[in-house]
Nanobody, 125 residues
Framework: QVQLVESGGGLVQAGGSLRLSCAAS????????MGWFRQAPGKEREFVAA????????YYADSVKGRFTISGDNAKNTVYLQMNNLKPEDTAVYYC??????????????????WGQGTQVTVSS
């Protein structure tokens, strides 16, 4: 069974940077899609970024394009989310998720079978 553990959240001023990590264990991930989602208080969970282990294709929400970068380290089974030029509206709990089947609808929460516990990111103005 796949397990995901996020880390790297915290409090940062607007314009600052954070790097989130998602350590995966329990299975090989060669066919997986790994995604990052976030959920702010009172809002639905939304797609942030995704990466396919096979081929390395990456995808981003328009709201973070140009500021966030998703990457993966196959040797460490870890996915990263580098977040630069953070804005107060980026404040949310960030979740890592794994889709075993590599579903093409990578932006939908429903296609991901496994989720991490989440890590809080707070951006002050």
């Amino acid at each position: 069974q796949v397990q995901l553990v996020e880390s790297g959240g915290g409090l940062v001023q607007a314009g600052g940077s954070l790097r989130l990590s998602c350590a995966a264990s329990g299975r090989t991930f060669s066919r997986y899609t790994m995604g990052w989602f976030r959920q702010a208080p009172g809002k639905e969970r939304e797609f942030v970024a995704a990466i396919r282990w096979s081929g390395g294709n990456t995808y981003y929400a328009d709201s973070v394009k140009g500021r966030f970068t998703i990457s993966g380290d196959n040797a460490k089974n870890t996915v990263y989310l580098q977040m630069n030029n953070l804005k107060p509206e980026d404040t949310a709990v960030y979740y890592c998720a794994a889709d075993e089947g590599g579903n093409r609808f990578y932006w939908r929460t429903q296609v991901y079978e496994t989720w991490g516990q989440g890590t809080q990111v707070t951006v002050s103005s």
